[in-house]
């Protein structure tokens, strides 16, 4: 029989990869927090209640959490999730970011650095990973996301709307980062669970780009003309990357950000494509 996973935030860039990549394998509940995906339920982040009552009536033997929200009501609910999990000796696993280390921009880092956060939201996930941690031990995964990239994702939709609108681009210059596709978030998850593996893994490219770069790669592996740059320029290096170090993963679930750029190239190819009724 398939284990049931309870997806928290399903209809977001992670939620939408892991659904993929697990639901021949797993039986998944999709949950949001503002709407009902078909076969699954609305579970607002503010209500960890109703978290209770869908927890006991689905009874999964894994919950991912990609949700998003108010960061208080966020660590109620996770609370309330690690406690429920805790004594079912359940596991979990959660969406965290590069952020934790956006106190300590000096190098990058791997999955052995402990988190460094100076900004509130990098404060959030480094408070919630601890507390994570401490209740639910080896019962928890953390994937720590780099910036995540998909054919048509928000960030790809910001660069066409003010290349069309003439509005200027804001970026970041002398800012090193790893990126990560979407897909690869489904895949490790994937390999993750098959493999019973716990602790905390890195999702992102094995390589570093600096981010204004990035973004006129993009415009151009997607053929969008490049908008008006604001660039805001980094007073000495920085690095926003969280490199992936963990044996376990093998090769192929590894990327670089060439091949990222492959992908939002094949992707735009491919919704062209859909488009216009062509293959």
């Known amino acids: 029989m398939r284990k049931k996973v309870l997806l928290l935030g399903s209809s ?87 952020n934790v280390f956006d106190g300590e921009l000096s190098r990058p880092h791997t999955e052995s650095d402990p988190p460094a956060a100076e900004s509130e939201y990098g404060i959030f996930k480094q408070k919630c990973e601890a507390m994570l941690n401490k209740k639910l031990g080896e019962r928890l995964i953390v994937f720590r996301l780099a910036s995540v990239w998909v054919a048509g994702c928000p960030r790809i939709r910001l660069l066409e709307e003010h290349s069309r609108s003439g509005k200027k681009h804001h970026t970041i210059h002398g800012d090193a980062v790893n990126v990560t596709l979407a897909g690869q978030i489904g895949e490790y998850a994937k390999f993750v669970l098959a493999h019973d593996l716990w602790g905390i893994f890195h999702v992102g490219t094995t390589d570093m780009v600096d981010y204004f770069e990035f973004e006129k790669m993009v415009c151009e592996a997607c053929h969008i003309a490049p908008p008006e740059f604001e660039i805001e320029e980094v007073p000495s290096q920085a690095y926003q990357a969280v490199l992936p170090a963990r044996e376990e993963i ?30």
């Open 12 to 98: 977001g860039l992670a939620g939408r990869a892991i659904n993929e990549a697990l639901r021949e394998d797993y039986q998944v509940v999709p949950a949001a927090g503002h709407q009902t995906p078909e076969g699954g339920c609305c579970l607002p982040v503010e209500e960890p209640q109703r978290l209770l009552e869908v927890l006991e009536h689905e009874n999964p033997e894994i919950v991912i959490s990609t949700i998003r929200g108010d960061f208080r009501a966020q660590l109620r609910f996770h609370e309330v999730l690690a406690d429920w999990l805790a004594e079912k000796d359940r596991q979990l696993l959660y969406m965290s970011t590069s």
């Open 250 to 279: 093998p090769t192929e679930l590894q990327m670089t950000v060439a091949q990222v750029l492959e992908a939002l190239a094949e992707g735009r190819q491919g919704a062209h494509a859909a488009g216009t009724g062509k293959e």
